[in-house]
């Protein structure tokens, strides 16, 4: 249903997020990475270039739209924002998009930067040349390769597609070793190879790469920045010895990360949101990384921690809830992920079938049924919830939504998304396990 | 993509589709009428016309289906019409050059579908105040008329006197002059709460159901016989426990004496005895009896098991019995099954998820409370405190923002 207010201010996500929608300022509290993309416009006016962690995919920026309801928001590019809905910042990010090509090389880098984090990677790709990363003369040619290069990173990520890093590679290759962007290339190549491709060699090797930067920053580097390069260089890097098994070094290396930002100088309210924002990145991988030794109480300490300097992103919170339930804290997770759905993307499905898987352990049926339908009110493709809902209809009775889910599931497998065997196996594994699907 | 279960669940509201299997009663009455106006059977009685002018406009607006909108039924895209549908809207269009017998079985499927607009206004045409008295249809017509302006603009200071007119002039043995002194009685009941001024028009009743023998089928009689022994009950002022089992043993027996031949009988049999319980248990709950009241809202939910108000009439009763584990379930149910009582389902959960000490769980029954109504000062007021109990500061201000906002746009 379009919002039936149609008025903009009683839509809690357009307060929360507004800077997403028109880089105006959040009207009360808001997670820290909602912040992003006004850094990235206050630094179109500056030599200074540091900015958020935590940046959104295109997905969020979608859901975020759709799940306001505020359907004239709902554009590819800024400048189909109708007027009557700019505020003057997203006037001047209009004007800028469209003289880009105009534009020095140094601002048109600084736009792409603004565009990311606002969402639109789309319209990064075809404002920045596919040439582009063959183009590298200096720095600033090579950031508009490195935004471009990102930008297809990220949507090829989301799109599962295959995909290879061709474009980092030839920012490496045309750049000197005293370059942020061939530094910022290596760590996406470093993780991609980690991730990804599972080619530890290639990932040794873009790590030395990375670390060259960081080794040779020079002593007047400014010490804000020196310290949030270190920190994440150390969070990349500690994909090495993670996939060697070497956790005795993933722990020191991820602590350096979490000092370096830590105890970077905070002497204004962007750097402090800046370190925020960072920390609980760090957190969040410092979380994964006690998880991965089996350590619940020390992951649920950090997570926690993270939730405390953050306590308006979902995602944390999702992640919070998470280590809630492996904890056996049913109860206490399902209300976390019921915090994180009210607080919207991303993840706003998944909070609400993760709380419903919850509510089913915990015997609270109708409850879990109303999480499940509300899942499947943010992402209607949800298969995993269709299927827990058509059990808990089953068990609780409720003919009208079995006919319903199992209708649901049967349009599923005709268009793919389930095949008969695995909607049949799902069905009976998650029945003898009781664990979600 | 499969749609939502509302459309499911009342798929004939939108386009005279055949009901879901599990469709409540309720959708029963367009689709009745409808399969009565293809077989020309003017004179069944179906259900009552209950459900209020805005149920398809909210229907259609929950299920997110707005293609579906359409402010007269000639408005639904051809794509979108059922052949039912599509032979209605052929008979509107032609509307002129039918006879009053058409017009009033077509009358009754536009209140059925809540056209109550389009019923108040052009169901006339052509047609003389005179002609009541001697021709039933147009009696007829004339009541469908005045009940669908009546119920649009709710003004309940006074009875309208064509419901009067009707009544005593209208032909005898015309379902018209049956119709409108069952309309008066409730009227008068429920609206002027004068239950000695409905007395006499409810013991009316059964001689003027006596004279629709030669027309009306003997089933649908009894169903009429059922509507009156539930008015009688109403009759009783203090407390009589005794009695309101009485009437209802009574209300059993007859619709035992039915005769169910089509599965429409069964289905009109159950609505009847469904619509008879919701009436002895708010009755039982005028009269203090939480306990007889729940137990015919329980069999009316039995009854009726996909009918949202049968939920939330016996929801209601379990909170006022302090059992909120229950209540909750059952108003989220409602809530799940679609208009009328969405928002306030949904606030209710609230109210009872607050008693229970679980305002994660309260806040989300107040936020999809917001969104089939996001005016309401009492949801906003809810979130805000449960938003703020719970720490969410970022919701808590939001809220208590619109709060002030609604408040002082409310005082200019």
Redesign the interface.
């Known amino acids: 249903?379009?919002?039936?207010?149609a008025h903009r201010?009683?839509v809690?996500l357009y307060?929360?997020r507004r800077p997403y929608f028109d880089l105006g300022a959040?009207?009360?509290?808001?997670s820290y990475n909602s912040y992003g993309p006004l850094l990235a416009y206050s630094m179109l006016d500056t030599d200074w270039s540091n900015g958020i962690e935590r940046i959104p995919g295109e997905g969020f920026r979608l859901n975020l739209l759709a799940e306001s309801g505020l359907t004239g928001y709902a554009k590819w590019k800024p400048q189909e924002l109708d007027e009557s809905l700019r505020t003057p910042s997203w006037q001047r990010l209009c004007e800028l998009t469209e003289q880009y090509h105009s534009l020095a090389l140094k601002q048109q880098a600084k736009v792409l930067r603004l565009l990311i984090c606002l969402g639109f990677y789309r319209l990064v790709l075809q404002l920045a040349p596919p040439e582009s990363s063959r183009q590298i003369v200096d720095e600033e040619t090579a950031q508009i390769a490195c935004h471009r290069a990102f930008a297809r990173y990220v949507l090829h990520m989301q799109k599962n597609v295959s995909y290879t890093p061709d474009d980092f590679q030839d920012v490496l290759k045309y750049t000197p070793s005293d370059s942020f962007s061939r530094h910022f290339a290596a760590k996406i190549l470093l993780i991609f190879a980690a991730k990804v491709s599972r080619n530890m060699q290639h990932a040794i090797n873009f790590r030395d790469v990375a670390h060259q930067y960081v080794e040779s920053l020079p002593s007047d580097f400014d010490t804000f920045s020196r310290h949030l390069v270190v920190s994440r260089f150390y969070r990349s890097a500690s994909f090495v010895p993670f996939l060697q098994g070497d956790m005795r070094t993933v722990e020191k290396e991820m602590a350096l990360a979490e000092e370096y930002a830590r105890n970077a100088p905070v002497d204004t309210e962007e750097k402090r949101i800046i370190v925020a924002d960072l920390l609980v990145s760090t957190l969040e991988s410092r979380m994964r990384e006690a998880m991965a030794v089996g350590d619940f109480e020390l992951a649920h300490a950090r997570i926690q921690k993270a939730a405390e300097i953050d306590?308006?992103d979902p995602k944390v919170l999702i992640e919070l809830g998470e280590i809630l339930y492996k904890r056996g804290n049913v109860i206490e997770a399902?209300?976390v992920y019921?915090?994180g759905?009210?607080?919207g993307p991303p993840g706003t499905s998944l909070a609400y079938f993760l709380a419903g898987f919850c509510y089913e352990r915990a015997g609270e049926m109708?409850?879990a049924?109303?999480c499940h339908?509300?899942a499947l009110r943010f992402d209607?493709s949800s298969v995993s919830a269709t299927l827990r809902l058509l059990q808990l209809a089953q068990k609780t009775g409720?003919?009208?939504?079995v006919?319903?889910a199992e209708?649901?599931a049967e349009?599923f497998v005709r268009v793919g998304y389930l095949t008969p065997g695995e909607w049949i196996s799902n069905v009976s594994i998650a029945t003898a396990s009781g664990g979600p699907v | 993509?499969?749609k939502p279960?509302s459309f499911?669940?009342c798929r004939t509201f939108f386009d005279l589709a055949k009901p879901?299997?599990?469709a409540p009663l309720h959708v029963y009455e367009s689709d009745l009428y409808a399969d009565w106006m293809l077989r020309g059977e003017t004179d069944r009685i179906g259900t009552n016309m209950s459900m209020p002018p805005v149920y398809r406009k909210l229907l259609v607006?929950?299920s997110?289906l707005?293609m579906y909108e359409a402010p007269t039924p000639q408005d639904l895209p051809a794509h979108l019409r059922s052949e039912r549908w599509q032979a209605f809207v052929e008979h509107l269009e032609a509307w002129e050059t039918l006879d009053s017998k058409q017009r009033f079985a077509n009358a009754r499927i536009l209140l059925a579908l809540t056209y109550h607009k389009q019923a108040s206004g052009s169901l006339l045409a052509g047609l003389s105040e005179r002609d009541i008295a001697s021709d039933p249809y147009v009696a007829a017509l004339f009541y469908l008329n005045q009940f669908a302006a009546f119920i649009t603009c709710r003004r309940i200071d006074q009875i309208p006197e064509l419901f009067f007119r009707i009544a005593k002039d209208g032909p005898v043995g015309s379902l018209a002059r049956v119709q409108s002194r069952i309309t008066i009685s409730h009227l008068f009941l429920d609206y002027v709460r004068q239950s000695e001024l409905a007395e006499p028009w409810i013991l009316s009743l059964p001689e003027e159901f006596e004279a629709l023998s030669g027309t009306v089928p003997a089933n649908d009689r009894k169903r009429l016989l059922v509507r009156y022994h539930t008015l009688t009950a109403r009759l009783q002022e203090e407390q009589n426990t005794v009695r309101l089992l009485e009437s209802y043993q009574q209300v059993l027996d007859i619709l035992q004496s039915q005769t169910v031949q089509q599965p429409e009988d069964q289905i009109l049999r159950e609505e009847a005895k469904r619509r008879a319980l919701d009436q002895f248990s708010l009755q039982a709950r005028r009269s203090n009896d939480l306990e007889l009241a729940t137990r015919f809202a329980q069999e009316a939910l039995q009854v009726d098991?996909?009918e949202g108000k049968a939920h939330w009439l016996l929801a209601d009763l379990y909170y006022l019995q302090g059992n909120f584990r229950e209540a909750?379930?059952l108003y989220?149910?409602a809530a799940?099954?679609g208009p009328l009582a969405t928002s306030r389902s949904w606030f209710m959960a609230g109210q009872c998820h607050e008693q229970l000490r679980e305002a994660?769980?309260a806040?989300?029954c107040y936020?999809?409370a917001l969104?089939?109504d996001?005016?309401s000062p009492s949801v906003w007021e809810a979130l805000h405190r449960c938003a703020q109990h719970?720490?969410?500061?970022?919701?808590a201000?939001?809220a208590q923002?619109?709060l002030n906002?609604n408040t002082s746009s409310a005082k200019i």
Do not use: C, Y
């Open positions: 249903m379009s919002h039936p207010l201010d009683s809690f307060s929360f959040p009207a009360g509290a808001s306590p308006w399902a209300r019921l915090k759905a009210h607080l109708e409850l049924i109303d339908l509300k209607p409720q003919l009208p939504l006919r319903w209708q649901k349009f | 993509m499969i279960l499911e669940l879901h299997p599990n607006a929950e997110r707005h098991p996909n909750a379930m989220r149910r799940r099954l994660e769980v806040l989300d936020q999809a969104e089939t996001p005016e719970l720490g969410i500061v970022a919701l201000d939001w923002s619109t906002s």
